[in-house]
């Protein structure tokens, strides 16, 4: 990745399962920066739904998002949105 870098930390508050991944994946596909998401037990393309299931994210957990390129806060800002919607949706 090259360019500006933004990063966050989000607690996870709920287990994040399938859904809440799918959507977390279409809002990184609409943005041309590169992200990340690490978790204690690794780390996923958010495009990616299998990769970020993989991560097995954890209630009380710390995820960090960093993303790179032309609009890596737009995209780092919709990640985090979408895994405070799962909290709302259960």
Request: proline share 7%; charged share 25%; net charge neutral.
């Amino acid at each position: 990745m090259t360019g500006a870098v933004v990063r966050a930390t989000v607690r996870v508050q709920v287990l994040i399962h399938a859904r809440p991944c799918a959507r977390i994946a279409r809002a990184a596909g609409r943005h041309p920066a590169r992200a990340v998401v690490r978790s204690p037990r690794g780390e996923a393309d958010p495009r990616s739904v299998l990769e970020l299931l993989l991560l097995e994210a954890q209630p009380g957990e710390l995820l960090t998002i960093e993303a790179r390129g032309p609009d890596a806060q737009a995209l780092v800002d919709a990640i985090a949105d979408e895994l405070a919607r799962a909290v709302q949706e259960e």
